[in-house]
């Protein structure tokens, strides 16, 4: 640290040099954060009711991101199917508005 550097100055530098050390010890190659379906797995899991298509065994539903599908440890897949709109909300959110308004 020289002296015209305030302690500010000091402490964001070494943030910075701490923060890519820690970008550079990575063991994933360049543009890999491991955040990837392939690395981190599903990010969204649930017990499916539907039975496997193909041995008739237990499915897990899956999801990545905003896509969802069924799988079994067969192999199996399928699309899941979306869920249906609750056919109470626009009244709920009508009822809402109101009741804020007055």
């Not at 379906?37 to 017990?47: R, S, V």
Request: hydrophobic share 30%; glycine share 8%.
């Amino acid at each position: 640290m020289s002296m015209t550097d305030t302690p500010a100055d000091f402490i964001h530098a070494t943030l910075r040099a701490i923060g890519k050390a820690r970008r550079d010890m990575s063991n994933y190659p360049p543009g890999v954060t491991g955040n990837e379906f392939a690395i981190a797995g599903p990010d969204y899991e649930k017990e499916s009711d539907l039975p496997c298509g193909k041995c008739g065994g237990p499915t897990m539903e899956l999801g990545y991101r905003h896509e969802r599908w069924i799988a079994c440890q067969c192999g199996w897949t399928t699309d899941a199917e979306e869920d249906e709109p609750d056919p109470d909300r626009a009244y709920d959110e009508a009822r809402d508005r109101m009741m804020l308004d007055e």
